[in-house]
Structures are given as structure tokens and as C-alpha cells.
């Protein structure tokens, strides 16, 4: 994994020392909560984005999901959807930051997989008005038991600005039906970002990349293959030792 391709999650708590000892940049995820995006004052644990953006000079910024999905069926959920998908769309354009990620959205045992898709690419085709051409807007999957409920998001859609952040995590969980690298295979033609963490196949842990079943050094290699030019988060509560095992194992350049 090259190294200016490589972020770590503001979640971690040791993010800044982290980005300024690796060169890396940050993933944004204040922004996490729609309040912030508000002005709401942040919570004690949080990070100041502020502290943040005085430890590198890159940024993504991952935007609200809680409650949140373009495939709404009550038209004021829908309403609120697309308010706080603009919000975050021009908080990252106010800060100069050219990558943010949002949740896709999908509910399992709530919509079929035909009304996610069809009302999921109605929305993005709408909201992408307001995307700069210099933006990318790269959906994530959380619930999703499959990649093709994001591909064909991306096929229906057919803009450039309009991409896919793979959690190679949540695909390894009991919501998914495919192995991580089925996921990777699937998405690479679409593929602009990753989050990167363990589990045990399961529970969503965001566990260090050594502490799980996955293999993580198969999937940056396959991630390099597929997807050279693709940037990564290591979504972590704490980056060192991740990064001490990445540069051990000779994948950090």
C-alpha cells in the first residue's frame, strides 16, 4: 500500500500522530453525526477537526448516515436524506476536500433490492447537480448482502462522480453473503475508496488488521491489482500497532 494512498479514520485515537509519523492523510468523520454539519459542539471523546487538519495536508470526509437512505419510502425521510447529503457534499467542498463518503443505505428485510437501486440512482442522479466536477462521492456498504446492489447503482447512474467506498470489514460480516475478495472482484471497475479492518466474520469490530480471520495482505494485494489507483482508510480506534504490522509485513511503501 503506498503511503499517499493510504488515510487513517479520525476515530482513531491516535489519528494525528499517526498521519504526521507516516505521512498519511486523514478521514474526516466528525461529520459522522448530522448535528455536526449543524454546528453542534463536538462530544468530549471526539477530535477536533480542527487538531485533524493541522497533522497532514489530506483529507476525506465521510459524511452523516444514521437514519439516512436514499431509498426512503416516507417522503420526509427522504427530505432529510437529501438536506444532509448536501450539506456534507458542501462542507466538503468549503474545506477543499475532493472525496467523501456516505452510506448507501440498504436495510435488509425493509426494501427489496430492486426498489433500493432504482430509487437509490433516482436520488444520486438528482443530487449529483450539486457535486463539483472534481468531486467524488463514493458509496459504502454497510447491511448490503452483495455488491451488486452498489454496482448497479453505478451502472444506472453512469457518472464519474459517482463511485464505491468498499468496507472490506462489513463485507466479512453476517450481512454479507460473499467473501471480501467477491466484493473487491465486483467492485474494482468502480472502486475510489477503502476502509480497511478486521473482525471475525461476524460482528462489525473494526478490530486491528491483525486481529481477525481476514487476510489482509491477500486483499491489498488483490486491491492492488484490481484497483492500484484506489485510496484506503484504516478505519481503527487506534492506528499504531496496524501500522507497525503493515511496515513488518512489508506492505507499507
Known amino acids: 500500500m503506498r503511503r499517499d494512498l493510504l488515510y487513517v479514520s479520525s476515530i482513531g485515537e491516535d489519528c494525528c500522530e499517526a498521519a504526521r509519523e507516516f505521512g498519511l492523510g486523514i478521514e474526516l468523520a466528525q461529520f459522522c453525526t448530522a448535528a455536526r ?3 453542534a459542539p463536538p462530544e468530549p471523546w471526539e477530535l477536533p477537526v480542527e487538531r485533524c487538519l493541522s497533522a497532514s495536508s489530506r483529507f476525506v470526509l465521510h459524511g452523516p448516515f444514521n437514519e439516512l437512505t436514499p431509498a426512503a419510502i416516507d417522503p420526509l425521510v427522504l427530505d432529510v436524506t437529501k438536506k444532509r447529503y448536501r450539506q456534507a457534499i458542501k462542507k466538503a467542498h468549503t474545506m477543499g476536500i475532493q472525496k467523501i463518503v456516505l ?3 440498504f436495510l435488509p428485510l425493509v426494501y427489496y433490492p430492486e ?3 432504482e430509487r ?6 438528482e443530487l449529483l447537480c450539486d457535486v463539483p466536477d472534481d468531486m467524488t462521492v463514493c458509496l459504502e456498504n454497510v447491511l448490503e448482502p452483495e455488491p451488486q446492489l452498489l454496482t448497479a447503482i453505478m451502472e444506472a447512474v453512469h457518472d464519474p462522480r459517482l463511485r464505491i467506498c468498499l468496507d472490506l470489514g462489513h463485507a466479512n460480516t453476517c450481512a454479507s453473503a460473499l467473501p471480501p475478495e467477491d466484493w473487491l472482484r465486483a467492485c474494482a471497475p468502480y472502486l475510489s475508496h477503502v476502509h480497511l479492518h478486521n473482525n471475525q466474520g461476524g460482528r462489525d469490530l473494526h478490530a486491528a ?6 487476510d489482509i495482505a491477500g486483499l491489498l494485494s488483490l486491491l492492488e491489482a484490481l484497483s492500484p489507483q484506489a485510496t484506503c482508510t484504516l ?5 499504531r500497532p496496524s501500522l507497525d504490522w503493515l511496515v513488518e509485513k512489508h506492505l507499507l511503501e
Open 209 to 214: 488488521l491483525f486481529d481477525g480471520v481476514m
Open 103 to 105: 452510506h448507501a443505505g
Open 115 to 117: 426498489w433500493f437501486v
Open 37 to 39: 454539519l449543524d454546528g
Open 235 to 239: 478505519e481503527l480506534t487506534q492506528d
Open 120 to 125: 437509490s440512482a433516482a436520488v444520486w442522479r
